[in-house]
C-alpha cells in the first residue's frame, strides 16, 4: 500500500476556516440576539422572540454544515435571512426612536466579516452590498455612510487577513515540499557514495587481488587460469553473479566454505550453527572474510590463520602474524576501511579490526550491529 500523502497547510487551514466560521458566527449571534432581546421594547417582544427563534435555527444550520461539511448553501441562505431580518426591523426593535440599533449593527459586522473566510469574493460582495442597502437606507445619509464605512473596512481587512494567511500556508507547502525534495536527493547522494564505496571495496577484493596474484608469479601463470579469474571478477563487479543485490535467506556457513576452500593460507575454523541471514548481509561477510584471509597471506608474514563463528552473528579471523598499527594505515589504503569496516557498516553490521606490530591482528565481524 502506498503511503498515504501528506495534508498540506493550506488544505488544512480552509479545512479548518470552513468548519469553524459558520458555527462560531452562529454561536456568538445567538449570544448577541439574547442580549438584543432583552433590550427590545415591551411592544416588540413577539418580534424579539422571533428574530432570536431565527438566529437559533440559522444557528444550528451552520453547526451541522461546520461538522458534516454539507448543507452549506442552505446554511448560507439562513444567515442571510437572519441578517437581513433583525436588520430590517431595527427601527421596530430599538430601544429608544431615532437611535442606531446595536443589535443590528453587530450582526451586519460579525456576518461581513465572517463571509469572507467562507465564500469568495463574487459571493461575499453581492451579499455584504444587500446587507447594507437594507440596513443603511432607513439610517438616511448621515447615519448610513458612518455605517457602509465601517462594515467595508471592516470586511476588507478580514479578508486581506485571510488572504495574507493563506499566502503564509502556501509559503510553508513551498518550504516543506522544497525540504522533501532535499531530503530525497540527500537519500539518492548517499546510496550513489554508498554504492560506490562498495563497488570500490569490490574492486579492491577482486580485479586488484587478481592482478597481485599474476604479478607475485611472475611469468608462470596460466593464460587460462587469469582467463578464468577475470571471467569471475567481472561476473562480480557486473552483479551478474548473482550475489549483490539479492534479499533471499542464504546459508552462511555454506558460502564461508567455499571461501575456505580457495584461501591462500590454512584456516583453522570453528563453527556455531548460525540462522539464515539475507544474502546481501551474507555476501558483505564472505567478502570481508575473504579480504581478511588474504590480508593475512600478503602482510602477515605466517601461512595460518583461525577462524571463528558464532551465533549472533559473530564472525572472527585471528593470525599470530607480525602485526600492524591500524591508526597509521594511509588513506589510499582500502582494503581495511572499504573492504572491512565501510562494508560491514553499509550491510547493518560492524567490523573491528585490532592489531599492534608483533602481536597478530584480530578482525571481528558482527552482524547485526549492537
Known amino acids: 500500500m502506498p503511503p498515504a500523502r501528506e495534508t498540506s497547510v493550506e488544505a488544512e487551514f480552509l479545512a479548518v476556516t470552513g468548519r469553524l466560521a459558520g458555527p462560531a458566527r452562529g454561536t456568538v449571534l445567538l ?20 428574530l432570536l427563534a431565527l438566529a437559533l435555527v440559522a444557528g444550528l ?8 461539511g454539507r448543507g452549506r448553501p442552505v446554511a448560507f441562505t439562513l444567515a442571510m435571512l437572519r441578517a437581513g431580518a433583525i436588520c430590517g426591523t431595527q427601527f421596530l426593535t430599538a430601544p429608544e426612536a431615532g437611535e442606531i440599533n ?25 451579499a455584504v452590498a444587500c446587507l447594507l442597502a437594507i440596513q443603511v437606507i432607513p439610517l438616511g445619509m448621515e447615519n448610513g455612510l458612518t455605517t457602509v464605512l465601517r462594515v467595508l473596512i471592516e470586511a476588507v481587512l478580514a479578508r486581506g487577513a485571510f488572504l495574507l494567511l493563506l499566502r503564509t500556508t502556501k509559503r510553508i507547502d513551498h518550504l516543506r515540499e522544497r525540504r522533501a525534495r532535499l531530503a530525497r536527493e540527500e537519500s539518492l547522494a548517499q546510496e550513489r557514495r554508498r554504492q560506490e564505496r562498495e563497488y570500490l571495496a569490490v574492486l579492491h577484493d577482486t580485479a586488484s587481488a587478481t592482478f597481485l596474484t599474476v604479478a607475485q ?18 561476473a562480480i563487479l557486473t ?89 597509521g594505515t594511509p588513506a589510499q589504503r582500502r582494503g581495511v576501511r572499504g573492504s572491512l569496516v565501510e562494508r560491514m557498516a553499509a550491510a547493518g553490521g560492524r567490523a573491528t579490526v585490532t592489531s599492534r606490530p608483533g602481536a597478530g591482528t584480530t578482525v571481528d565481524l558482527v552482524w547485526p550491529d549492537g
Do not use: C
Open 217 to 234: 608469479r611472475g611469468g608462470t601463470t596460466d593464460p587460462a587460469e587469469v582467463a578464468e579469474y577475470a571471467r569471475r571478477d567481472l
Open 61 to 68: 444550520a451552520e453547526l451541522v454544515a461546520g461538522r458534516t
Open 239 to 327: 552483479g551478474e553473479s548473482g550475489g549483490s543485490g539479492q534479499d533471499s535467506m542464504v546459508d552462511l556457513e555454506a558460502s564461508l566454505r567455499g571461501v575456505l576452500a580457495q584461501s591462500p593460507v590454512t584456516v583453522d575454523a570453528r563453527w556455531s550453527p548460525v540462522p539464515p541471514m539475507p544474502a546481501s548481509v551474507a555476501l558483505a561477510l564472505v567478502r570481508a572474510v575473504r579480504e581478511a584471509l588474504v590480508n593475512v597471506d600478503r602482510h602477515a608474514g605466517v601461512g595460518e590463520a583461525r577462524l571463528t563463528v558464532q551465533d549472533g552473528v559473530r564472525v572472527t579471523v585471528r593470525d599470530e602474524g607480525r602485526g600492524f598499527d591500524p591508526a
Open 102 to 126: 446595536q443589535w443590528a449593527l453587530n450582526v451586519l459586522t460579525l456576518t461581513a466579516i465572517t463571509l469572507q473566510w467562507e465564500w469568495p469574493p463574487k459571493v461575499t460582495v453581492p
Open 31 to 50: 449570544l448577541i440576539s439574547v442580549f438584543g432581546v432583552l433590550a427590545t421594547p415591551e411592544g416588540a417582544l413577539p418580534l424579539g422572540f422571533g
